[in-house]
T-cell receptor, first 112, second 114 residues
Framework: SQQGEEDPQALSIQEGENATMNCSYK?????LQWYRQNSGRGLVHLIL?????REKHSGRLRVTLDTSKKSSSLLITASRAADTASYFC????????????FGTGTRLTVIP | SAVISQKPSRDICQRGTSLTIQCQVD?????MFWYRQQPGQSLTLIAT?????????ESGFVIDKFPISRPNLTFSTLTVSNMSPEDSSIYLC???????????FGPGTRLLVL
């Protein structure tokens, strides 16, 4: 299976703390995308990082990519209760397939 | 970014019936996809909806069960046929302008089959 793995599966933190989620994948990729999903709703796109990039920022989000280790991390700084959601990484591989391969997801709970 | 709407947002259906889900995008897009998310699981690609031709299905999904239409570059439908409780999932439409670009998702259709 080309599906990625994310850890932790669940994370619970206090408001104001930072949250780090990790994603590992199996194949060579073109890009990796992070998404947020609130309670069974649609996915909100957070950030795309390309295979030739190592780090990217967007507001309170910081994404890193290590292609040698086939891993990525998503850091949310100064977390808020509204950040409570499931977070998924998804990779686009280099085979030419259209499929986005999704990780297993991390359920983040931010306690007010 | 693309704005995607789906209808219905949720439905409860009886076993053996069929449901057609609509996906509308506010701009013309090259790629449209349909995903399934079973309860507590991650997303799985069902098929790529090709404009003007038959959809391309992933392993484990067949046209008879999940017929798809894509009459133009802004609209697609997915039908879940002869439903069983195992089809209870969230079905998500997704669009993109190319393999190297951002892929966006609709709000999803939550289906419960009794």
């Amino acid at each position: 299976s080309q599906q990625g793995e994310e850890d932790p599966q669940a994370l619970s933190i206090q408001e104001g703390e930072n949250a780090t989620m990790n994603c590992s994948y199996k194949t060579s990729i073109n890009n990796l995308q992070w998404y947020r999903q609130n309670s069974g709703r649609g996915l909100v796109h957070l950030i795309l990082i390309r295979s030739n990039e190592r780090e990217k920022h967007s507001g309170r989000l910081r994404v890193t990519l290590d292609t040698s280790k086939k891993s990525s991390s998503l850091l949310i700084t100064a977390s808020r209760a509204a950040d409570t959601a499931s977070y998924f990484c998804a990779t686009r591989d280099q085979t030419g397939a259209n499929n986005l391969f999704f990780g297993t997801g991390t359920r983040l709970t931010v306690i007010p | 970014s693309a704005v995607i709407s789906q209808k219905p947002s949720r439905d409860i259906c009886q076993r053996g019936t069929s449901l057609t889900i609509q996906c509308q995008v506010d701009s013309q897009v090259t790629m449209m996809f349909w995903y399934r998310q079973q309860p507590g699981q991650s997303l799985t690609l069902i098929a790529t909806a090709n404009q003007g031709s038959e959809a391309t299905y992933e392993s484990g999904f067949v046209i008879d069960k999940f017929p798809i239409s894509r009459p133009n570059l802004t609209f697609s439908t997915l039908t879940v046929s002869n439903m069983s409780p195992e089809d209870s999932s969230i079905y998500l439409c997704s669009v993109g302008q190319g393999r190297l670009e951002t892929q966006y998702f609709g709000p999803g259709t939550r289906l419960l089959v009794l």
